[in-house]
């Protein structure tokens, strides 16, 4: 059954503590905004005022207040690259990229075949975006059209904000997850014609990555792509030195692994490629051209041992850059936990790292990935015009955070030290376009 949230019409308050990052600290440095006693005025789940408490409770003095003080208020966090069939396997760990998959990750997405283990899955998958803080997700989803109806009506449930699609493959992996280009673009179409732009949901192209898809396979996502208005395309690239090696291989006409999936035009405005650990700068360039995204996932680079993610290579070229959890080459869904772990591998990196401050951590977290999803007039801030997409933390009384939280000396030190320690018990409550979409307890 799908649930429709009855979002209040009248305007509402929340007074708390917020943060926020409507511009990029990476070419602002005066970036973060932070309102010790702030006030958020929202009314159908849209901000229509943010500011000083007094400023905004003046605009709407017989509003109804929700009180957060004591916490901090973020906007909801933008996980740009997670992979629904993975959360069981979360932890496999002491194996490079392409061992993990055949033995840990891929034995269980054959498992989805089964329609009703998958929305067991899937269920699991979106509460665990739900307790973290995650309001918005690009979501790779499973090779088995039942498991992405079940995906998406289970993300109706949920109130996430999703983009996902059936991931595609047709070499190289377990034989019962191949497909075939026909079949493909046939599944595809019908889960566009079915989801895409229904409620929360939008659909992203989801080739797995080129190491198991053929060039027919690529056109296929390509048709698919150029046919709906508004789908995006997600795959991975780069992440690990064996499979560049591999993809150079199997596509000895490309110029390199970004050019496997350029030339099935799937590169552009609305295309997220995770990892991209291992990039040229050709690469970089062009993709600074697409106005495409990398997703960076810390968690998964440093479990996995792919590498460093050459931040400031990719901000020299101009390539955005958001976060992922990629769960489960991953360790967790916390976005918090994405921010440190992309801050100590930049802090590891020497000269070569960017020194990244608690708000380059925050906008990584929220703001960058709303953009990069293309949804950054929807989400990713607290500017008046955008959906209330909010995750309250509330550190638990006695906790080490909830003592920093009594006694730190201004926004920058409480934003680091939610940063460092801050986990899914923190996550007092979550909203989605107004909607609470968790409260815990
Ligand atoms: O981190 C990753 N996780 C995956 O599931 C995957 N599939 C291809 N390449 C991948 N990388
Ligand atoms: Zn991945």
């Keep these: 059954m799908t649930q429709t949230f009855q979002t209040s019409a009248d305007p509402v308050l929340y007074r708390a503590t917020f943060m926020h990052t409507p511009r990029s600290p990476f070419a602002d ?123 998406f009506e289970e993300a109706a449930t949920s109130g996430l904000r999703t983009v996902a699609g059936l991931v595609v493959g047709d070499r190289l992996l377990r034989p019962e997850l191949h497909t075939t280009p026909e079949r493909a673009y046939a599944e595809g179409r019908t889960l566009i014609e079915r989801w895409h732009g229904r409620g929360r949901a939008l659909y992203a192209v989801t080739p797995r990555f080129s190491l198991s898809a053929s060039e027919g396979l690529l056109d296929a996502c390509g048709a698919l792509l150029r046919e709906f208005e508004g789908v995006r395309f997600t795959s991975h690239i780069n992440e690990n030195v064996t499979e560049v090696e591999v993809v150079r291989g199997l596509f000895p006409e490309a110029r390199d692994y970004l050019d496997t999936y350029e030339r099935a035009g799937l590169v552009g405005r609305r295309s997220v490629l995770a990892h991209n650990v291992w990039p040229s700068d050709r690469e970089l360039g062009a993709m600074a051209e697409h106005r495409c995204s990398a997703a960076h996932c810390p968690c998964s680079n440093s479990a996995l041992g792919s590498g460093f993610f050459p931040l400031r290579r990719h901000l020299a070229a101009g390539v955005h850059v958001s976060l992922g959890s990629d769960v489960g080459g991953g360790t967790g869904f916390s976005l918090l936990k994405e921010g440190v772990q992309a801050y100590f591998m930049q802090q590891l990196m020497g000269a070569d790292g960017v020194a990244l401050t608690p708000a380059h951590l925050l906008y990584l977290a929220t703001r960058a990935g709303a953009e990069a999803l293309d949804l950054g007039d929807l989400t990713g801030d607290f500017s008046a015009g955008r959906q209330f997409d909010a995750v309250h933390l509330s550190p638990p009384p006695g906790t080490p955070l909830a003592a920093v939280y009594a006694h730190a000396e201004g926004p920058g030190r409480l934003l680091a030290a939610t940063f460092a320690s801050g986990t899914q018990g923190d996550v007092a409550r979550v909203w989605v376009g107004g909607d609470e979409v968790y409260a815990r307890g």
């Excluded at 891929?106 to 803080?133: I, S, T």
């Design 29 to 151: 440095a005066e970036a973060l905004h932070a309102e010790d006693d702030g006030g958020l005025l929202v009314a159908g789940g849209t901000i229509l005022a943010s500011g000083p408490w007094a400023e905004v409770r003046a605009q709407a003095p017989e509003a109804p207040v929700t009180d957060l003080r004591g916490g901090l208020l973020l906007p909801g966090f933008v996980d740009t690259h997670v992979h629904y069939p993975q959360v069981r396997v979360v932890g496999g760990l002491g194996m490079p990229l392409l061992d993990w998959l055949d033995r840990n990750a891929l034995p269980e997405e054959a498992r989805l075949a089964d329609e009703g283990y998958a929305r067991a899955v899937a269920r699991e998958f979106l509460g665990a975006l739900a307790m973290n803080g995650t309001t918005t997700a690009l979501v790779f989803g499973a090779h088995y059209a039942g498991a992405m109806h079940a995906f």
